[in-house]
């Protein structure tokens, strides 16, 4: 889809650009201020309250939406038999980059082929890239009963436009139950992750106002090279033009985004 794309690759700009370890959100506490280093410690503290809700006895556990791998990499330090699965190539660089010598999937969750039989299954913001019907009856194919479901994700209080490709809370509740699950935890954690909306809005306005300031440099010093730029790479400039100055400022709004959205971290065990 293309609103994936474009979320993907903001991640990986911003991950690149400011030496993130991590694409998702991060756990602030009242105390951090509003800053990269602080972003970076909310980063540490997520992946610490997500992978902390492992409950005792799991020994394998799969990361569905693995990203840049850090996350399986704690997994991996604190005893897991640990998969990554992302069907972004670049991830499965990164996640080997860092585990080398674990398994990577390289497919979409719904298209992955194994016979293993997971303990856990962990996502990570991942719940929204995947097709919603066969959400569950994956999650029901790679598992046994009493395994779990561990997650954190921002779901839809209500139908809207704001985030279509997340689920609506109540139903994914609803949908969890249905398929033989029980909620064993829930925590609403909306207040703790509106800062990272701010810290990157900050950082936004630092993109818009470098990328305007090429766009101009080119046109006024050296509009040949800005002609040929535009001929050739017009499309590309127009989206990048468009997630900067459009896209990016509607997702990133944290009044939307609390006014639509909960996140919240949930263990489902499989009756």
Not at 230 to 255: S, T
């Amino acid at each position: 889809m293309a609103k994936r794309n474009e979320h993907d690759l903001g991640l990986k700009c911003l991950q690149q650009a400011f030496g993130l370890e991590s694409l998702h959100f991060g756990l602030f506490t009242e105390d951090q201020p509003y800053t990269l280093e602080a972003l970076k410690q909310a980063q540490m503290n997520y992946k610490e309250a997500l992978t902390g809700m492992i409950p005792d006895g799991v020994k394998s556990v799969l990361d569905v939406g693995s990203g840049l791998g850090d996350t399986s990499k704690m997994l991996i330090e604190k005893g897991y038999d640990t998969e990554g699965l992302s069907p972004d190539k670049y991830h499965g660089e990164k996640f080997q980059e860092i585990n080398a010598g674990s398994v990577f999937h390289l497919a979409r969750f719904e298209d992955l082929k194994t016979d293993k039989k997971y303990d856990c299954l962990l996502f990570g913001e991942s719940p929204q890239y995947i097709e919603k019907e066969a959400f569950f009856p994956k999650c029901l194919e790679i598992t046994e009963p009493g395994s779990c479901i561990v997650l954190a994700e921002f779901f839809q209080i209500q139908p809207g436009d704001s985030y279509p490709n997340c689920w609506i809370e109540e139903e994914f509740v609803k949908a969890a139950e249905a398929s033989g699950y029980r909620t064993d935890y829930h925590r609403d954690i909306t207040k703790q992750v509106l800062p990272n909306l701010e810290v990157a809005l900050l950082f936004l306005s630092y993109g818009q106002k470098l990328f305007h300031f090429v766009k101009d440099s080119a046109r006024r010093n050296k509009p040949f090279l800005w002609f040929l730029a535009r001929l050739f790479y017009g499309r590309k400039l127009k989206k990048v033009d468009q997630v900067l100055n459009e896209n990016a400022p509607k997702w990133l709004d944290p009044e939307r985004f609390e006014k639509n959205m909960h996140y919240a971290m949930y263990r489902f065990i499989r009756k």
